[in-house]
């Protein structure tokens, strides 16, 4: 499992540590992964040239001493000196010592910038807030018209380290060298897209308390999926109800059961006005005509894909006691209250827009700040939140770390796909994985599917479904 801590406690592991070693020792061991990582980006590093942006922290002395190393490997080296009377003195001299030039001010760093063939960002650390100084920002923009690689030190200048929101102009990097551990900003989005690839290099932080986010990789994912035993049957592996579609969108419902066919259940109750396509194409379904009450046992249900104005259905689903996830029509019909006060576990699963019209704000409001929307849904409504985006966030309320899976595609923003993972995240409930557990293992292997199906083309979402068995198998290999 990745982790990523704020920046609160880094600094209190890295202070901690800093106090038992010599002193610049913990600087040093990071400069060393950055020069390794800038080293096997460029390939070859006698010749090239290289420019640093330096700010006035410590992420400039990083870069600093990074250009000093690679200025002795032949590399030709410029460091930009932002705030040129407090650049780090030690890097400084350093740069100095190997070979490598300065300029001053961004007047002079356009010339260099456009002949680069790497830039190192160290203009901010992780502490910076409120996005870039206007000089600052002003160096992005040249940058942004240059051909020249980019290389973030910890994470690119101008994102917020802890929210992942980015205020204004920000570097894109093609690759940030971040130390110690993760930080929430480089899994999240929007900021996530600024980063590029990220390699974590170890300084040695031991770090404590609870990890502001999570991000679960195969072997989590495969400890966590449900295993039928010799003496199971389909109702001991449980049985989740969809409670979807509609005259006019009965797609939703044949997509809803789609994914809970695959998602570890052992029997799929509908109810709803779509019956007759759902047992069309799914003959296995156990399809009744009657209310949700009416419709037999089940362990956890789905409500609310293509569900329409049909908000009776979505009252009777909340009134059940047992796990219910609401989506799409679902999370506009149901009553606010209603959801604040069921005692079984609930799970609500909106994309920005939906997410947007809980909150009562601004759709780019959710957007920009991904991490603190969810985290405030997740209170505000006392349910475990899935919030749907590039990057899928996972929030419970009462606090503790946010899931956080990117295993996605931008092919998966296609009609269907939000109902095949309902469906799938359904499944997990009732096959007996609480909350936050059957949403991060249903975002997991649904994305994972939709980059299977894919492959690098257009996908449907009935081809989404279909690939979750192979993903699934992917996960337990």
């Not at 420019?51 to 001493?65: E, M, P, Q, R, T």
């Not at 080296?77 to 780090?88: C, F, I, W």
């Not at 957007?367 to 919030?387: C, D, I």
């Not at 995240?425 to 949403?439: E, H, K, R, V, Y």
Request: charge should be negative.
């Amino acid at each position: 499992m990745r982790t990523a801590y704020s920046v609160e406690t880094v600094r209190v592991a890295e202070q901690e540590l800093m106090a038992r070693l010599p002193e610049g020792a913990l600087m040093q061991r990071a400069v060393a992964g950055l020069v390794a990582a800038c080293a096997e980006f460029l390939g070859r590093v006698y010749g090239t040239r290289i420019v640093l942006l330096v700010g006035s922290g410590d992420n400039g002395g990083d870069a600093l001493y990074a250009g000093a190393r690679l200025a002795k490997r032949g590399a030709g080296v410029t460091a930009v000196l932002l705030v040129p009377d407090r650049a780090h003195p030690g890097g400084l001299a350093a740069l100095l010592r190997a070979g490598g030039r300065v300029v001053r001010g961004t007047d002079a760093a356009e010339e260099p910038l456009r002949r680069a063939d790497l830039v190192v960002d160290g203009i901010v650390g992780i502490g910076g807030k409120g996005g870039l100084r206007p000089d600052a920002a002003k160096l992005v923009d040249v940058l942004g018209e240059t051909r020249a690689a980019v290389v973030a030190v910890d994470l690119p200048s101008g994102v917020d380290a802890d929210t992942g929101e980015v205020r204004g102009a920000a570097v894109r990097a093609d690759l940030t060298v971040t130390f110690g551990t993760h930080k929430p900003g480089l899994l999240v989005d929007p900021a996530r897209e600024y980063a590029g690839s990220v390699r974590l290099v170890d300084i040695g932080l031991a770090l404590p308390g609870e990890a502001e986010l999570e991000a679960l990789q195969h072997a989590d994912v495969a400890a966590l999926l449900p295993v039928p035993g010799a003496e199971s049957d389909k109702y001991r592996r449980g049985v989740v109800g969809i409670a979807a579609g509609s005259s006019r969108y009965p797609g939703a419902a044949v997509l809803a059961v789609s994914g809970a066919l695959r998602g570890g259940a052992g029997a799929v109750r509908y109810v709803g006005p779509a019956g007759d396509a759902v047992i069309a194409r799914f003959p296995e379904t156990l399809v009744s005509t009657g209310s949700p009450e009416q419709a037999g046992r089940v362990q956890a249900w789905v409500v609310g894909p293509g569900a329409g104005d049909d908000g009776d259905v979505v009252a009777a689903v909340l009134r059940a006691e047992v796990p219910v996830l609401v989506d799409a029509d679902g999370l506009r019909l149901a009553d606010r209250d209603a959801v604040r006060a069921r005692r079984a576990p609930t799970l609500l699963t909106p994309h920005a827009g939906e997410a947007a019209a809980l909150l009562g704000v601004p759709r780019e409001e959710v957007e920009g700040a991904r991490l603190t929307s969810v985290r405030e849904l997740a209170e505000r409504y006392r349910a475990t939140v899935l919030l749907k985006g590039s990057t899928t966030l996972i929030a419970s309320p009462g606090g503790g770390a946010v899931r956080v899976n990117s295993t996605g595609t931008g092919w998966l923003a296609t009609a269907g796909s939000g109902d095949v993972l309902s469906g799938l995240t359904g499944s997990l409930l009732a096959a007996g994985l609480d909350a936050p557990d059957a949403g991060s293992v249903g975002a997991y292997l649904h994305g994972l599917a939709g980059r299977l199906a894919a492959d690098g083309a257009p996908v449907g979402a009935h081809d989404v479904a279909e690939a979750v068995r192979e993903a699934w198998r992917d996960v337990m290999d």
